[in-house]
């Protein structure tokens, strides 16, 4: 268990509104058709190796019949393992047996993932499978995040993961990624590569599932329809600091990029998405932009104007900057978020022209980083010798009225920033941003 598990393994968290309790408890008031009350198999579950994929253990899947969806694919598996000539997704190593009814747990609960994101299309769910394990024979994202390499001036602070506790239900974690754009410091350097960010948040996504904990699973997904996916994560956005306007080319592209790679890559391990410190008028058109979306998609997405509202959504284990107990993300130590590895990358006099010149690289410092803390709102307060002196002194846990002073404050430097005339905001800049979300 990792330094950031033990921290929070006992800590509660209540189920966010729009997520059903079953979704972290495995159970679904639902479940009323065959599958559900059929007899169990038992079958073989797989428990994590030192080289990040997994080994055999036990667990149980319900009985099912020749003609059943997921019987289907299980029967194809093989095939698909050897067309691609690689077996590992999600640090979870697949393994086809010659009956399907052997097929291991873990392996049975992945292909059940491609199966829901399909609606039970079996051909659509294989082919998504099978282009998902090429991908990752030719992207190693396993590598990403266990030998890569990040810019610390263009990523650092931008993303973080944290357990906000155990679920025993289904014997997995309750994780949350957080995405804090506001940290962004130039659009071009983080985004214009648009590779390198990819990369990077690949990265990130693979360090989130390791602490999902696949291989501790111990309860089946139920079938499309019949309820919902309990192995699934929550995402929150936070927009503090940040200009709701025309959104930039260069993080267009990469968010595009980002969206395709991880609807086509990563099916089904989203349970909802959390927009904080969004401005109100832009608040009022992401919910004007749920009208539109399909209502799965909808019943993810939650828009909260001031962070501290959160608290109220995912309860006290949230960062106190959120409203919560728990420690802000960035100050270092257990509970405070883990990331990737970061590190700075040096560029010297001796090296910089002549290296690329020479089609070479900038130095990077062996040295690891400490990613910045988040922003915390300043409240201001006046000196009793000048009553119009502003000391800027940060408050650790600001007050509610210090955070709509400072969120309105913000809301106008966003809207119209030095009094520029600027282009109004859009529904259609809305549907981008939320897209953009990735």
């Not at 071009?188 to 990130?204: H, N, S």
Request: net charge negative.
């Amino acid at each position: 268990m990792s330094g950031t598990e033990a921290a929070t393994a006992g800590s509660a968290m209540s189920v966010p509104r729009d997520i059903p309790a079953s979704a972290l408890t495995g159970h679904s008031t639902s479940d009323t058709g065959p599958e559900a009350t059929a007899p169990v198999e038992t079958v073989q579950q797989e428990s994590l190796q030192d080289d990040g994929t997994v080994a055999k253990g036990n667990a149980v899947w319900p009985e099912l019949s020749a003609e059943h969806p997921l019987r289907k694919l299980q029967a194809s598996l093989g095939l698909i393992l050897e067309k691609t000539g690689h077996d590992e997704i999600w640090g979870v190593k697949l393994s086809a047996a010659a009956d399907a009814a052997q097929t291991p747990f873990i392996t049975t609960l992945v292909l059940q993932k491609f199966l829901r994101a399909n609606a039970n299309d079996v051909e659509k769910a294989a082919e998504q499978l099978k282009a998902t394990l090429q991908w990752r024979k030719d992207f190693q994202p396993l590598k990403a995040v266990n030998e890569g390499s990040y810019d610390a001036h263009k990523f650092g602070g931008l993303g973080y993961v944290t357990v906000a506790g155990r679920n025993d239900a289904t014997g997995t974690n309750i994780v949350v990624t957080w995405n804090i754009y506001g940290a962004v410091k130039n659009n071009k350097e983080t985004f214009g590569d648009v590779d390198e960010f990819i990369r990077w948040r690949v990265a990130l996504m693979e360090l989130s599932i390791r602490h999902l904990d696949l291989t501790a699973a111990k309860v089946p997904i139920p079938d499309y329809g019949q309820g919902p996916d309990p192995y699934q994560m929550i995402q929150v956005h936070d927009y503090l600091s940040v200009r709701f306007l025309r959104m930039d080319s260069v993080v267009k592209s990469a968010s595009q990029k980002a969206i395709s790679t991880f609807q086509r890559y990563y099916p089904e391990l989203l349970s909802c998405k959390f927009f904080v410190n969004v401005p109100v008028v832009m608040g009022w058109l992401f919910a004007a932009m749920k009208l539109f979306a399909a209502k799965e998609t909808a019943r993810k997405l939650t828009v909260l104007t001031y962070g501290e509202q959160l608290v109220g959504e995912l309860g006290d284990s949230v960062p106190s900057t959120y409203g919560g107990k728990g420690k802000n993300l960035g100050d270092g130590g257990e509970g405070a978020g883990e990331t990737v590895k970061l590190v700075r990358v040096e560029v010297t006099a001796d090296n910089d022209d002549a290296a690329a010149d020479a089609g070479g690289t900038p130095k990077i410092s062996a040295v690891g980083y400490a990613a910045p803390k988040l922003p915390v709102p300043v409240k201001e307060a006046k000196t009793e010798a000048n009553p119009g002196d502003v000391t800027g002194v940060p408050t650790p846990t600001p007050t509610h009225e210090a955070r709509i002073e400072a969120q309105a404050a913000d809301d106008k430097e966003r809207s119209d920033p030095a009094g520029a005339e600027q282009p109004k905001a859009t529904i259609k800049d809305a549907v981008e941003h939320m897209k953009a979300s990735s």
